[in-house]
């Protein structure tokens, strides 16, 4: 399969003082028709990543391919700039037009496209066609930005935290059109700190933080590398202190960690490790004061490769 | 790839074209943009007209010294009326002279040689006015139309008067302000929403939108011209002496000049505050040298070929040669080339100078 993006030990360095390296040596290749997730905390570099592949940012240094050209090539601006399209993390669209003159508008800068009104129609907009812009909700207006990217119907869509601040059913509206735009085999590269945004969107997720991809695969892929599919999770009365690792001999169980009083487990099967772990508590005299089973998710993933949480503002050093 | 789309045919949509229609959409659906575009150059006007049309005769302040001959003096120089006379002790006319509160005083003296002394002070305008008011009263007092070797005729007639002068003066003005604000203000705005990074981030061609926002600019300066210069010549008779395409070609190469100067203050401005003051920078002299309300040739005369320099002021010279004297453009080349200069110069700095993100 081709890739459709390419970055190669991709470096922005943004001037300061001190100077912030918000991209140190990027490696990424996203291929022809999957929904790729950037996944990362804020501040991991994903904003300035997408930037650069869109051509709105200089890389400090490292290479760029977009559709197998380059930006800064003669021609080549313009024929990567007429198929793709995309959405930045903020914009405000001009409030005093309506949402129809808007579309025309970003129609008429694209030699092909989608007819305005198909385009609304893809994002559920067709009933707000006259309205100004002012009078949307933000996942309307969110969903307008989705429409301005789709409009010139391009091969790759480029959409940085295309939900970010939503609401969750304007999130979910948002989700199926995004499946919908992949199901027609175009190609989708967003950035996010939901995962589970990522794990239902993407085929495939890099995991970014400090600038640098730290885990790629599918989101499968990634649960399976933390070795179990459950997490069980639970505290102590007295607030109990004993090593978790003397639990990784229970049956089933993968890792055992403890953060800020909490002992958290990964497991294969529930139902071998959960009795082993009630039992093992009984005999060393502990009692419970809360536990909690649910599915491993991406959030688990990166906890255990980075040791901190994906929407902590201050990084806490684990 | 999807069903019943098909690719619509390019020709269809104009960038050009929806970019400006954008601008004009947004620009009349925002009433007070169109308040302070068309209504306050209307405003400021009425003002000056109403200030400047009925003006009573002005009043020329001089003081009398009182004694046994003040009311026969009071008597001769009220018959100019213009005067306005008042009489008081000799030091308080001495002290309002001093504070400058009156223009002239008389005292009238007694005994041999001249009857009367005048002060007045030759280098005040409004005093040597005085002066030769009281001077005509005191000295030929009994003119009689026969005798007099001036005949006066009083010129009120439209083309000379302060409203004909003003008008080409507030016409340079608003192309001036509209201009730079039109300009400067809409593209710091788009700087600031992100809109213009959006934009950029589609083919859109970079000029395409600069010339979108410049022909916008000059689609909003119709009206606002025609308004004025109606208003004025249904309110004050103001009428234009020279030809009407004259003055059309020169409030589009104004208006083109100081829309290309907007351009030029926006093309590094990242924030509000920075653009309104760099227009602040640029309009205020303008305001004050470019003989808006008053000649600029009462600068020092050293001052004057640098005056002249300025674009307003080399529209509004231009303009009135047009509609006050009925000049022909081709006598006014340097003043074209000045504007033109102002424009094509700025344009060309702004493009290689614009900040896109």
């Known amino acids: 399969m081709n890739a459709v993006i390419h970055c190669e030990n991709l470096v922005k360095t943004y001037d300061g003082k001190p100077p912030v390296e918000a991209v140190r040596g990027l490696n990424l290749a996203v291929l022809e028709g999957e929904c790729f997730g950037l996944l990362g905390p804020n501040g991991a570099g994903k904003t300035t990543t997408i930037e650069i592949i869109e051509g709105l940012l200089a890389p400090t240094s490292g290479e760029v391919a977009v559709l197998g050209r380059h930006w800064g090539r003669g021609e080549d601006d313009d024929t990567i700039r007429q198929r793709i399209g995309i959405s930045l993390q903020e914009t405000k669209l001009s409030d005093k037009l309506t949402v129809r003159e808007t579309i025309r508008l970003f129609r008429s800068f694209y030699r092909n496209g989608l007819e305005p009104e198909e385009a609304l129609r893809r994002v559920a907009l067709t009933e707000k066609g006259d309205s100004w812009v002012v009078k949307l909700s933000g996942g309307q207006r969110q969903r307008l930005a989705v429409a301005c990217a789709l409009v010139g119907d391009p091969h790759l869509l480029l959409l940085d935290e295309p939900t970010t601040g939503l609401d969750p059913q304007s999130r979910r509206q948002l989700w199926d059109i995004i499946r919908d735009i992949r199901t027609q085999g175009r190609t989708v590269l967003l950035t996010t700190h939901y995962m589970d945004e990522a794990e239902r969107l993407c085929d495939r997720v890099a995991i970014v933080d400090h600038g640098q991809v730290i885990a790629l695969g599918s989101p499968a892929e990634l649960i399976a590398r933390l070795g179990g599919e459950h997490m069980i999770e639970f505290t102590l009365k007295d607030n109990g202190a004993f090593d978790p690792a003397t639990l990784n001999d229970l049956p089933s169980v993968q890792s055992a960690q403890k953060e800020s009083g909490q002992y958290r487990l990964a497991v294969r099967e529930l139902h071998v490790a959960l009795p082993a772990l009630l039992g093992r508590l009984q005999q060393t005299g502990q009692a419970l004061s809360g536990l909690v089973t649910r599915h491993v998710s991406l959030e688990d993933v990166f906890v255990a490769l980075t040791g901190r949480h994906l929407r902590d503002e201050e990084s806490p050093k684990s | ?357």
């Open chain 2, 1 to 357: 790839m999807n069903e019943q789309q098909q690719p619509a045919p390019a020709r269809r949509y104009s960038p050009l074209r929806e970019l400006v229609l954008a601008r004009l959409r947004e620009f009349y659906r925002e009433p007070e943009a169109v308040f302070w575009v068309y209504g306050f150059p209307i405003l400021m006007v009425v003002a000056l007209g109403i200030a400047f049309r009925n003006k009573p005769v002005e009043q020329i302040p001089v003081d009398v010294q009182d004694g046994s001959q003040a009311v026969e003096v009071k008597q001769l120089l009220e018959k100019d009326n213009r005067l306005l006379i008042r009489v008081h002790d000799e030091a308080t006319c001495l002290s309002r002279w001093k504070s400058g509160k009156t223009d002239a005083v008389v005292m009238p003296l007694s005994g041999p040689g001249p009857r009367y002394r005048l002060l007045h002070d030759p280098t005040r305008l409004e005093s040597q006015l005085a002066r030769s008011l009281v001077n005509e009263q005191l000295t030929h007092p009994a003119t009689s139309a026969e005798s007099a070797l001036v005949r006066e005729d009083e010129l009120q007639e439209p083309g000379s008067r302060y409203i004909d002068y003003l008008v080409p003066g507030l016409l340079g003005m608003s192309l001036m302000g509209g201009g730079l604000w039109g300009v400067g203000f809409v593209i710091v705005d788009m700087r600031i929403r992100k809109l213009l990074k959006r934009l950029l981030a589609t083919p859109m061609k970079r000029g395409e939108f600069l010339a979108a926002i410049m022909i916008s600019r000059l689609c909003f300066m119709v009206p606002e011209v025609l308004i004025m210069l109606g208003f004025t010549w249904l309110t004050f008779g103001v009428v234009i002496r020279g030809s009407l395409v004259a003055l059309v070609f020169l409030v589009f190469l104004g208006a083109f000049a100081f829309a290309g100067i907007g351009l030029l203050v926006a093309s590094r401005a990242k924030t509000m505050e920075s653009v309104s003051g760099l227009m602040n920078l640029i309009m205020l002299p303008m305001w004050m040298l470019s003989g808006i309300f008053f000649s600029y040739e009462r600068f020092p005369d050293v001052a004057l070929p640098f005056i002249r320099l300025l674009p307003l002021t080399a529209l509004n010279d231009a303009l009135r040669a047009v509609m006050l004297e009925g000049q022909p453009l081709t006598a006014q080349w340097l003043r074209l080339g000045i504007l033109t200069g102002w424009g094509v110069g700025s344009f060309v700095l702004a493009l290689r100078w614009f900040r896109w993100q």
